[in-house]
């Protein structure tokens, strides 16, 4: 596992904390929160992780130029983007979305970053963008190297399997930890875990909370992304769809789109714990970890550790900065 090519920027490990407050009021389970959105790069969150692995593959492919995608607000792109700076890389992003007048928040920090931002007004033309970027730097003669959508290839996953090795060594009384929850997209952070529950033996329960896709494609994409990433580790594991837990039934409105149930969640965990999430993600989730709560799904005496996958920088994005 030692010879995988890693680079080590991240800030490990990162804390756990307990949530006191928050678990009285919801006269619910004990909740313990792991801290990614502390990771380090660029104010944190879970692609660092997927990145120290990322970036490291493309220093060994000898690439020059990173080059990625996602929404106008991604996290992805923004850590994307510190990482190509800290370690001399040209970035090239390919968002979907308007460019405003007055970029803020993490497309902001995309643009201070130095990277460079190629808007497109639809979401389906994404691929086709990123492929023909991909051509024209390679044309260029500036060998690119394309980090996926959220960095989730078996490759990013692997930075969540050494995520559930450092949690399973800090957090030693595991009769005492249920549930891993957290907010799932693109799959890697979920793979990465899934994979990592198998290779070290973590005995509760990982939970992913969908954010956007159907239960049944993340079940087959984190089954296919764990499974490949073990390959990566030596020795393959093969994953069913069946064994990757996904629940999709808070994400109808949509991606992006706040809703009661995210407000409530970023309210409460600010106003009882002095805790920020995000709009988007840890929002999403952490509702439906509290709808979990209230609808007794998580029992009074077991334990869920939340995964806190970072985000908080798109608070200040115009689109939500007044609305949560
Ligand atoms: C990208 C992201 C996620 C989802 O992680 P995936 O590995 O893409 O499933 C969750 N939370 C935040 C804050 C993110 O930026």
Redesign the pocket.
């Known amino acids: 596992m030692n010879t995988i090519p890693r680079l080590h920027f991240a800030h490990l490990p990162t804390p756990i904390e307990e949530l006191p407050r928050l678990s009285d009021h919801l006269g619910g389970p004990r909740i313990l929160v792991k801290r990614d959105d502390q990771t380090g790069l660029a104010f944190g ?3 660092t992780r ?1 990145l120290e692995f990322l970036v490291a593959e493309a220093q060994e492919q000898g690439a020059r130029t990173l080059i990625s995608g996602g929404a106008l607000q ?3 792109c923004r850590q994307t983007a510190a990482a190509a700076a800290k370690y001399g890389f040209d970035c090239i992003l390919v968002l979907n979305g308007e460019m405003p007048d007055k970029p803020s928040a993490n497309l902001l920090l995309d643009q201070l970053f130095g990277a460079e931002v190629v808007t497109i007004a639809d979401r389906n033309e994404r691929d086709r963008v990123l492929q023909e970027t991909f051509d024209k730097v390679v044309a260029d003669g500036r060998k690119p190297y394309l980090v996926p959508y ?3 290839s078996p490759t990013g996953a692997l930075g969540y399997v050494f995520a559930m090795e450092e949690l399973m060594k800090q957090w030693t009384d595991f009769r005492n930890l249920d549930h891993i929850v ?9 793979a990465g875990l899934v994979l990592g529950q198998r290779v070290f033996g973590f005995k509760g329960k990982v939970l ?1 909370i969908s ?1 956007d896709e159907s239960e049944e494609w993340l079940k087959g994409r984190v089954s296919k992304l764990a499974t490949e990433a073990s390959e990566r580790l030596g020795e393959r594991i093969q994953f069913e769809s069946a064994e990757v837990l996904a629940n999709a039934d808070y994400c109808k409105a949509g991606y992006g789109v706040l809703t009661e149930a995210e407000r409530e969640a970023v309210n409460l965990f600010a106003k009882y714990e002095g805790l920020l999430l ?1 709009p ?3 929002g999403r ?1 952490a509702a439906g970890m509290i709808d979990l709560i209230r609808k007794g799904y998580f029992k009074k005496d077991e334990t869920i550790l939340f995964w806190h ?3 908080g920088t798109a608070l200040f994005a115009e689109k939500y900065a007044n609305r949560i």
Request: no cysteine; glycine share 32%; proline share 0%.
């Open positions: 969150g879970n692609k997927k991604s996290n992805h959220g960095g989730s957290f907010g799932t997209s693109s799959g890697g952070t979920h992913g954010i995000d988007v993600y840890t989730a996958t970072g985000g």
